[in-house]
């Protein structure tokens, strides 16, 4: 199973950390993350892990010439800056466990406070109000 973490996977870990949804769950084979979202790189940074080798599908590795020899790779074969990389690395060196967990939290803070405030508006109905547990908000338009 894949798990398309692109907005929760800079989320859930650090305000819901008991939600389990990660490689703790045993069919867990892969999870993909955008960096650029809420884990505070620049616009372009994206991640995908496997729980370990023999899960990365073999579709996706190419043998290339390098150095004089043959090297197995899954990256994308042209070049690009590393500059979002090393923005994300700054950022878990900078913030790690202890910091994104303060960022994360006061975004849920905010993300809650605004979903009181539109739901007094009046023809609102949040399915989700942006509290750790319930994910980030998600409203719609009342039926009546």
């Known amino acids: ?15 819901a950390p008991d939600i389990v949804w990660d490689f703790r769950l045993p069919r867990v084979k892969s999870i993909s993350a955008s960096g650029h979202k809420f884990g505070l790189a ?13 899960a990365l599908p073999q579709e996706l590795v190419f043998n290339v ?7 197995g790779t899954f990256a994308i074969n042209f070049s690009r800056p590393a500059g ?5 690395y700054y950022e878990f060196l900078r913030l ?11 975004s849920y803070q905010v993300a809650a406070y605004l979903a009181d405030e539109i739901a007094k508006l ?7 109000t942006g ?4 994910g980030i908000p998600a409203v719609r338009v009342a039926s009546n």
């Not at 199973?1 to 305000?15: E, K, Q, T």
């Not at 009046?122 to 989700?128: K, L």
């Open 65 to 71: 010439d390098y150095l004089g020899g043959q090297i």
């Open 131 to 134: 509290r750790p547990d319930e």
């Open 96 to 106: 790690g466990r202890e910091g994104y967990t303060k960022v994360q939290n006061a």
């Open 1 to 15: 199973m894949h798990i398309d973490a692109a907005s929760g996977g800079f989320l859930a870990p650090f305000v």
């Open 122 to 128: 009046g023809p609102y109905e949040f399915i989700c």
């Open 42 to 54: 620049p616009l372009g940074c994206g991640w995908v892990i496997w729980r370990d080798e023999e």
């Open 84 to 88: 979002q990389v090393i923005a994300q």
